[in-house]
């Protein structure tokens, strides 16, 4: 079997272009601060539906034109 000249592959393969942006440091906030900053913790977990609240049918539906004059009538 012949041996694998890493060299010349090496020399083959494509140099890699610096990135227009180049990705931004991450820091790692030591803990020996005066003042730790605290962060909300966001759930990880399966986000609950809420219910629709339950509305009475009579209350639903919409008032007809009779209706709708005799409280025209009645609030005047």
Do not use: C, Q, W, Y
């Not at 601060?33 to 962060?39: K, R, S, Y």
């Not at 539906?49 to 609030?75: C, G, I, Q, T």
Request: charge should be positive; glycine fraction near 2%; hydrophobic fraction near 25%.
């Amino acid at each position: 079997m012949p041996e694998i000249d890493v060299e010349r592959l090496n020399a083959l393969r494509p140099k890699p272009k610096p990135s227009a942006n180049p990705p931004e440091t991450v820091r790692t906030p030591s803990n020996d601060g005066a003042d730790p900053m605290e962060v909300d913790k966001v759930p990880t977990g399966r986000t609950l539906r809420r219910r629709k609240e339950k509305v009475v049918k009579h209350l639903k539906r919409e008032a007809n034109e009779k209706e709708k004059e005799s409280f025209r009538k009645k609030s005047s």
